[in-house]
C-alpha cells in the first residue's frame, strides 16, 4: 500500500470511467485497498460507471489458497518481508492440448465442424459411421502453459523462491545495489544481487529486474546498468525494465 504503487490507481480507475468501456473490474490486493479507493474516490467526487469489486489476498496468501481460477489461468501468492503487508503473485496459464493434426483428420474421412473441437480437446468421439475416434491420438505432445511472478517490495525471501519455482519469467525489485544492501536490510528491499539468487534458486528462465531507486539515475556515480552487470554476474538471462518494455514470454520444460 506504499504510494509509488497506488497514488496511480484512483486516476485509471476514473479514465476507465469516463471512457465508458469497461464491463467492470476485480481488484485483489492488501487489506486496506478497499478503503483507501472509496476514500479517494468520493473526496474526489469521482464517479464509478461500472461494477468494481475489491478483494482481500491476506487470507489466501498465507493459507496457499487458490486466489483466482478460470478456464486458462490460475493464480497464487504469497506474502513477503516488507515493512508493510507486501505480496507477491503467480500468474499460471493452465496446459494446453496439443496441436491437432488436421491433415491427419482430413485422411480418416472426420467431418469438420463441431467434432473437431471434441477432438482437439482431447476427447473421444463416435462417428455417424461408428467409429470411435481418440482425440488425443489426432494431437501433439501436451503444451505447458506460461508462467509469470511478480515479486513486490521485500527484502530476500524462501517464500518467493517457492513462488517462483520453475517461472518462465520473474518481475523482482531491485531498489539497491549490492554495496548498499545495508540500506536494503534497514528498508527491506532487495538488491540486485538478491533478485538475482532468487532467480537462480528458483531456476526462473528469465529475470527482469524492476523498482530500481533514483539514486541509481544515469549520471550518478552507480547506474541501472551496474545494477544489471550485477545481478547478470550470479543469474545471466537478466533485462532492466523500462517504460513500455515488451517480452515474449515462453514456456520453458521447467514450467509447472
Known amino acids: 500500500m506504499h504510494g509509488d504503487h ?3 490507481l484512483p486516476g485509471l480507475l476514473a479514465s476507465l470511467g469516463l471512457a465508458g468501456n469497461s464491463n467492470g473490474v476485480d481488484l485483489y490486493g ?3 485497498l478497499k478503503s483507501y479507493l472509496h476514500g479517494v474516490l468520493e ?4 464517479r464509478i460507471s461500472y ?15 487458490i486466489l483466482f481460477e478460470d478456464d486458462e489461468l490460475l493464480v497464487i501468492c504469497t506474502p513477503l518481508t516488507h515493512r ?8 499460471q496459464e493452465k496446459d494446453k492440448p496439443g496441436r491437432f493434426d488436421i491433415d491427419r483428420a482430413k ?6 465442424g463441431p467434432i473437431y473441437a471434441s477432438l482437439k480437446r482431447g476427447e473421444e468421439v463416435i462417428l455417424d459411421d461408428g467409429r470411435i475416434i481418440k482425440g488425443c491420438e489426432l494431437c501433439g505432445p501436451t503444451r505447458p502453459g506460461k508462467s509469470i511472478v511478480y ?7 524462501e517464500k518467493a523462491i517457492e513462488l517462483a519455482k520453475g517461472a518462465d519469467l520473474l518481475i523482482h525489485e531491485a531498489t539497491y545495489a549490492h554495496c548498499d544492501a545495508a540500506l536494503a536490510f534497514q528498508r527491506k528491499h532487495s538488491t540486485s544481487t538478491m533478485a538475482a539468487q532468487t532467480a537462480a534458486e528458483a531456476a526462473v528462465n528469465q529475470l527482469v529486474l524492476t523498482h530500481l531507486s533514483p539514486r541509481y539515475a544515469p549520471g550518478n556515480a552507480i547506474t541501472p546498468n551496474e545494477l544489471l552487470k550485477e545481478a547478470q554476474a550470479i543469474f545471466p538471462n537478466t533485462l532492466l525494465a523500462k517504460d513500455f518494455l515488451q517480452i515474449d514470454v ?7
Do not use: M, W
Open 6 to 8: 497506488i497514488f496511480g
Open 30 to 32: 492488501p487489506d486496506q
Open 43 to 46: 473526496n474526489s467526487s469521482s
Open 51 to 65: 461494477p468494481l469489486q475489491i478483494h482481500k489476498v491476506r487470507e489466501s496468501a498465507e493459507k496457499q489458497r
Open 84 to 91: 508493510i503487508p507486501s505480496y507477491a503473485y503467480r500468474v
Open 107 to 112: 485422411e480418416l474421412c472426420i467431418p469438420p
Open 151 to 157: 515479486c513486490t517490495d521485500t527484502i530476500f525471501s
Open 250 to 256: 515462453k514456456a520453458s520444460c521447467n514450467s509447472s
